[in-house]
């Protein structure tokens, strides 16, 4: 069912996170279908003292082809007052999945990410899992996932509270094999109401489980119609290790009025 994000209220946006939380993004379980998806650009231009422009779009999609399966995503935010950047993030990420139908399945990965705000200045990530599909219906599904994945990050100091600043701020940058392992679920609790959610853990090998960074997601929908749901979501990360010393725990809460169609 495509998917058209149509009134969000915001607080904390999730490209200043680490995590994607790559498991809320559009799933195909009606095996008839071959493309599902969702979108909601913004843009606002003011004239005040100086041009005021803020640009915001995410996007998310699923095809299917044979017995294969595509994700896209991506968000895009920006804002500006005159010449000065105020706030500038998002991801790209794309996910490719084989032997779709079987309990087992390949899922090969990568995103690209930035969060001004939070001083990520950039993040890359290539990984691959072994899904294994506990169940799937038409009315939904549960999944746990294994692999491995390389991560680079480059960190400044920009999100970091003044009374945590050292004397010196260089730039600092970190490359890992880590280990990724998630559980997730999706499903209809009745014709109205939807539960998702999903459990992340990440952890590098050097030792394993010393630093882990843990991620959670939940979100609760209910339709008021065959079109028109509204969802509310929570999403937080526990990271013990930052780079940099932002604070270890991170949230975010959102909830949306969505149209489909």
Known sequence: MKKFLFLCFWLPLIAQSQ???????VV?????????????????????????????NRADMAFRFKNHGITVANKF???????????SGGFIYGKFKTFYDNPFVLEHYAQYQWAEARGLQQKV?????????????????AFAGAGVFYEYELWN?????????PT???NVENKKLKLNVYLSTKRDLSQKIRFEGA?????????????????????????FTENIAFAVNLQTIYDYAPLVPVD????????ALEVTF
């Open 125 to 141: 990530a290539l990984g691959s899992n072994l899904r294994y599909k506990l169940f799937k219906s038409q009315k939904g599904g």
């Open 248 to 255: 270890k725990l991170w949230f975010n809460t959102f909830s």
């Open 77 to 87: 935010e920006l804002t500006r007052d005159g010449d000065q950047t105020i706030l």
């Open 28 to 56: 195909i379980f009606d095996s008839t279908r071959h493309f599902k998806g969702s979108v909601a650009p913004s843009l606002e231009i003011k004239t005040q003292r100086q041009l005021y422009v803020e640009i915001t």
């Open 199 to 223: 459990i992340y853990f990440q952890d590098d090998f050097e030792p394993l489980f010393e630093n882990p960074r843990w991620a959670g997601a939940i979100a609760l929908s209910y339709s």
């Open 157 to 165: 100091y920009r999100g970091v509270p003044e009374d945590r600043l």
């Open 19 to 25: 995590l994607l939380f790559p498991e809320s993004f």
């Open 168 to 170: 010196e701020t260089p």
